[in-house]
């Protein structure tokens, strides 16, 4: 097992247009995050999921982002007519699930990072 | 709201030094996990403790170690022995019930040589 796995790790992007970022977790991991991070602040949560059911959404996630997880396995986020405030890292995690100790941990991926021109 | 404070933005230290990096948080839940996460430059997250809430003592995973102070909400990371690789941005996070992280801003290490 490889770890988290993130593609791609950069996109470049005009304002408006479409982009989708794909997350490939843990194998056994149930849950999934989404999180934002923007230059010098820490990462925001955007989402999550346990398996396939989406559970939460953040109030930062407007109408133009969706995310899915079929099947429980990967996941996609999708920004629709994408704004120069989107750029961004886009950071995916997982972990085991809701346990106490090791349950809680999250791995993380590399990100994609996002520019909006 | 659960928040995390992290009131450092930038902290050095002596190689083969010690350092200590602050961390507060806030939070009515009684069932809470923290966390210090490093990310390098390559910008991956990589958990470097855990402190769950229901345990009194203090965490330790090698030169790493947190002082948990759970009445005053405080979770400060301790590095021993400071190594040139320790540099890189460092936060704190919580995680709730729902185990969604909240994080920090940050507190960006140097070591120097």
């Known amino acids: 097992d490889t770890g988290v796995s993130q593609d791609p790790r950069h996109k470049i992007t005009k304002r408006g247009q479409n982009v989708t970022f794909r997350c490939d977790p843990i194998?056994?991991?149930?849950?999934l995050y989404w999180y934002r991070q923007t230059l010098g602040q820490g990462p925001e949560f955007l989402t999550y999921f346990q398996n396939e059911a989406q559970l939460e959404k953040s109030r930062l996630l407007s109408d133009r982002f969706s995310a899915e997880r079929p099947k429980g396995s990967f996941s996609t986020l999708e920004i629709q007519r994408t704004e120069q405030g989107d750029s961004a890292m886009y950071l995916c995690a997982s972990s085991p699930g809701n346990g106490r100790g090791g349950n809680t941990e999250a791995f993380f991926g590399q990100g994609t990072r996002l520019t909006v021109v | 709201a659960q928040t995390v404070t992290q009131s450092q933005p930038e902290m050095s230290v002596q190689e083969a030094e010690t350092v200590t990096l602050s961390c507060t948080y806030d939070?009515?839940?009684?069932?809470?996990?923290l966390f210090w996460y490093k990310q390098p430059p390559s910008r991956q997250m990589i958990l470097v403790i855990r402190?769950?809430?229901?345990k009194q003592q203090n965490a330790t995973e090698n030169r790493f170690s947190v002082n948990f102070q759970k009445a005053a909400k405080s979770f400060s990371l301790k590095i021993s022995d400071s190594q040139l690789g320790d540099a890189a941005m460092y936060f704190c996070?919580?995680?709730?019930?729902?185990?969604?992280?909240?994080w920090g801003l940050g507190t960006s290490l140097a070591v120097n040589p």
């Open positions: 996070a919580y995680a709730g019930n729902n185990r969604k992280l909240i």
């Open positions: 194998s056994e991991h149930n849950r």
């Open positions: 402190q769950e809430a229901y």
């Open positions: 939070t009515s839940e009684s069932d809470y996990y």
